[in-house]
């Protein structure tokens, strides 16, 4: 059963305990949640995120001229934000509007490869974080869905998650398209790059992920070992999310 944690201000909210692992085993519950916005955290979702949850780190994968515009957030006061973004910062403003670049035929596959291409530092800085604790961690981007999904997907990969759920869980922001993209469009900084563009075309469908893993596959011999090329040490983050 999805984790989903129901909150007033946020819509695409899940703790990610309970997915199956190569081998056997599930993944611990309570470490690591992703999320799409906080900016519209109300009281009521900051103490349960805080202080029944336990939340102590946000890991924030929006850019900074997106931090700029929406502000830090409500988590601000009560956790430690750590910036992670995973733009090079050289003026791309959101990831509402999918990029252009060569790696494979996809829009969405190319933008994020692109992602990895740029700033491995994020990646292996944001596992990091999730790896340190303490408590549960927090992944957000706007949406939860193209950065936090690509992040998590590495997190979960590097732990041993099952492909298929790994996969699953990223598909399954799309139950919740309709509702984060209104929150989208009603921001000041996302509207624009929106105007004309359906939900539908939104969907962050499996097969964008598939072929990313199938990439990383091709490349570097899977997610694991694009990981270990960076320098990253999983024992810790298995550790934490596999117990």
Not at 36 to 65: F, H, I, K, M, P
Not at 208 to 237: N, S, T
Request: aromatic share 6%; net charge negative; charged share 30%.
């Amino acid at each position: 059963m999805p984790g989903w944690v129901d909150l007033e201000g946020a819509v695409n909210v899940r703790d990610l305990g309970g997915l199956p692992l190569e081998g056997g085993g599930v993944t611990a519950g309570g470490v690591l949640i992703r999320s799409d916005n906080l900016q519209g955290l109300t009281g009521r979702d900051v103490s349960r995120l805080v202080d029944e949850l336990g939340v102590r780190v946000v890991v924030d994968l929006r850019s900074g001229l997106e931090v700029e515009a929406e502000g830090e957030g409500p988590l601000l006061e009560r956790a430690d934000v750590r910036h992670r973004s995973l733009y090079p910062e050289k003026g791309t403003y959101t990831d509402v509007v999918i990029g252009e670049y060569d790696d494979d035929d996809n829009p969405y596959v190319r933008y994020y490869l692109a992602y990895l291409r740029d700033r491995p530092d994020s990646f292996i800085g944001a596992l990091n974080d999730i790896a340190d604790g303490p408590g549960p961690v927090i992944v957000h981007c706007a949406a939860g869905k193209d950065r936090t999904g690509m992040v998590v997907a590495l997190a979960l990969s590097a732990v041993g998650v099952t492909r298929e759920a790994i996969v699953a869980d990223y598909a399954l922001t799309g139950e919740r398209i309709g509702p984060i993209m209104a929150r989208l469009r009603s921001s000041e900084t996302y509207r624009r790059d929106l105007e004309g563009v359906s939900d539908e075309s939104r969907l962050p469908r499996a097969e964008y992920l598939e072929r990313v893993l199938e990439v990383l596959d091709e490349r570097h011999g899977g997610a694991a070992g694009w990981l270990a090329a960076q320098g990253f040490d999983p024992a810790p983050l298995r550790a934490r999310l596999v117990g």
